[in-house]
């Protein structure tokens, strides 16, 4: 609603600052928790393709992944996210299992406890549409 449309309700101009100043500030953490939303999903995504020696070591991968500061482009990826993982695999190379054939180790590629997983596709369904399927 506008400032209008408050005061034609009746209410004071301090109530109407109140009201709108409230709904900014619920707008600002709506985004917020979109942005953060997206960047799990991307995290998630781009650490589907690797393969770690644990679920321990993918889970610190994505979470170092989140906290890096890395922007998203017009598709939804992480930009410098290659850059990035060069740099975790050069500083924690027991983390990551080896690409050769048969090489062993924990496949990024596993399904989500099951708790989380009808979220995360909601969540990415939702967020990339083009994606999904």
Do not use: C
């Amino acid at each position: 609603m506008e400032h209008e449309e408050l005061v034609a309700l009746g209410l004071t101009d301090e109530q109407v600052g109140a009201v709108l100043a409230a709904a900014g500030r619920d707008t600002a953490a709506r985004e917020a928790r979109i942005r953060a939303l997206e960047l799990d999903v991307a995290a998630e995504s781009y650490a589907a393709g690797l393969r770690f020696t644990s679920p321990l070591a993918r889970r610190a991968y994505i979470a170092e992944l989140k906290v890096a500061g890395l922007e998203r482009d017009e598709t939804g990826a992480l930009v410098g996210v290659e850059a990035f993982t060069k740099a975790m695999r050069a500083a924690n190379p027991g983390a990551f299992a080896q690409d050769a054939a048969g090489g062993g180790g924990f496949a990024g590629k596993t399904a989500p406890p099951a708790d989380e997983g009808n979220e995360r596709d909601a969540i990415r369904a939702a967020l990339f549409p083009a994606r999904s399927g």
